[in-house]
C-alpha cells in the first residue's frame, strides 16, 4: 500500500514555474533580460528602500529561487546528506501543511499527543484527517510524548502517520535518537513519522540528520537562527517523499529575502551556536530559580521552558495576572495540558520581578 496520499500516485502534478534561477543553472548562463515573469521589475520603491534599505528593496521585486538552491546547498554539505532530501519551505508550519497533504487522503487517521504542538491538530482537521490523540506520560519533573502509546495507536488506527515534536512543545522533553529508532521500528510499514525538530539546534548534541525510510524531518530557521519573521524552514526525507511533497508545494512560498537571509545566517553559524550557548544558559538559570521556589519544571531541550502548576485554573489565574502586568506567557489551548505554563528564555524573563505574580503563586 503507497504511503502517500491517493491522487498523488500517478505522473504529475508538475510544476509549471521553476523560476529564472533553476533556468539559469539548467542552460549554464545568466539572463540578463528579465521579460517574462511580469514581475514588478521596474518598481522603484522610494519609500521601500527610504525606510528597509537598497538590498531589501532589490530582493522584493523578484520572486525567490524556487528551489533554493543556495540554502539547499549548504544544508547538504553541513549535514552531508543528497540535495534531493532537501525542501526548503515557508517555515515548520508550512511543511507540516505540506508532509499532511502529501500523505493523506480525507479521513486517514493520523495520531499525535494530547496537548502536543496544537498547529498539527489544525492542519489534520483542515486537511479532513481523523485525529486521534494519546496521553502523555507524566511524573514528578517529567512531561513526555508516550512513545509506545503513539506505536499502538498507529496499528490500532491503521494510521498514515504519526506527529512527534522531539524536542517537544510545550513540555521541551527530548527523547534520544535511539528512542525515535525504536518508535519507527513499531510503526506501521505504510506509517510515515512526521518529525517536528524545529527545536534540535537546543539539544545537547546536535539532532542526527540521516535521510531515514518513513519519516519527514521537519525544521525552522525561526528558533536558533532568528528569521520567525521572514517564514522558512527545511525538511530532511527521502528523495521519493520529498518529489511526490513537490506536486502539492506552492512553488514561490519562499520570499526572495527570506532565502537570502537564511544563507547569510547559515555562512555565519558562529554567531547562531553564541546565540544559541546564551540561550541555553538563560533556560537553565530560569528553571533552577523556578525549582528553587518550589515550581514543577521538567528538563527542557528548547528555548523555553514548561512549569506545571497544581491545576488549569490555577495556570489560568497565573497566566491572566501576568498578562494585566503586560507579560505575555504561553498556556497551552488543549484540556489535557491546561495546568501547563511555557516561558520562553529571553533575558526579559530574568529581569526582577518580571513573572512576580507566578513566583507569589508557587510561595503560596
Known amino acids: 500500500m503507497s504511503s502517500t496520499a491517493s491522487h498523488l500516485n500517478r505522473e504529475g502534478p508538475f510544476n509549471p514555474f521553476p523560476g529564472l534561477r533553476a533556468l ?28 528597509l534599505g537598497d538590498d531589501v528593496a532589490r530582493l522584493a521585486r523578484g520572486y525567490g529561487d524556487a528551489e533554493a538552491f543556495g540554502v539547499r546547498t549548504r544544508l547538504r554539505q553541513r549535514f552531508d546528506i543528497p540535495m534531493d532530501a532537501l525542501l526548503v519551505d515557508a517555515g515548520a508550519d508550512s511543511l507540516m501543511a505540506l508532509a499532511l497533504r502529501t500523505l493523506c487522503d480525507v479521513g486517514s487517521a493520523v495520531i499525535t ?30 512531561l513526555a510524548p508516550d512513545l509506545d502509546a503513539l506505536a499502538d495507536a498507529a496499528h490500532h488506527h491503521h494510521a498514515r502517520a504519526v506527529y512527534l515534536a522531539n524536542p517537544d512543545n510545550p513540555s521541551g522533553h527530548l527523547h534520544s535518537d535511539a528512542d525515535i529508532d525504536t518508535l519507527c521500528a513499531n510503526l506501521p510499514a505504510d506509517c510515515t513519522l512526521i518529525l517536528d525538530e524545529a ?44 518529489a511526490m511533497m513537490h506536486k502539492v508545494r506552492i512553488h ?67 497566566q491572566k495576572a501576568l498578562l494585566d502586568e503586560g507579560v505575555l506567557i504561553h498556556r497551552p489551548p488543549h484540556p ?9 528564555a529571553v533575558e526579559d524573563a530574568l529581569v526582577p520581578g518580571r513573572l512576580a505574580a507566578l513566583e507569589r503563586t508557587l510561595t503560596r
Open 24 to 51: 539559469e543553472r539548467r542552460l549554464g548562463r545568466e539572463l540578463s533580460h528579465q521579460l517574462g515573469s511580469n514581475e514588478g521589475l521596474d518598481m522603484p520603491h522610494q519609500a521601500l528602500k527610504a525606510r
Open 113 to 142: 499527543s494530547a496537548g502536543t504542538y496544537p498547529t498539527f491538530r489544525y492542519f489534520a482537521e483542515g486537511q479532513g484527517c481523523r485525529l486521534v490523540e494519546v496521553p502523555y506520560l507524566s511524573e514528578a519533573q517529567y
Open 199 to 242: 527545536y534540535h539546534d537546543f539539544r545537547p548534541q546536535n539532532a542526527e540528520s540521516r535521510v531515514r525510510d518513513g519519516v519527514i524531518r521537519l525544521r525552522t530557521f525561526s528558533k536558533a537562527h532568528g528569521l520567525a519573521g521572514l517564514r522558512i524552514g527545511y525538511a530532511i526525507a527521502p528523495p521519493g517523499i520529498i
Open 252 to 318: 514561490y512560498a519562499v520570499s526572495s529575502l527570506a532565502l537570502e537571509a537564511a544563507e547569510i545566517v547559515l555562512d555565519h553559524d558562529e554567531e547562531v551556536q553564541t546565540h544559541i550557548h546564551d540561550v541555553v544558559a538563560r533556560r537553565e538559570q530560569l528553571a533552577a530559580q523556578l525549582r528553587a521556589l518550589g515550581g514543577d519544571v521538567p528538563n527542557s531541550a528548547t528555548n523555553f521552558i514548561a512549569i506545571r502548576m497544581n491545576d488549569a485554573d490555577t495556570a489560568a489565574a497565573v
Open 336 to 344: 489535557a495540558l491546561g495546568h501547563v505554563l511555557r516561558i520562553s
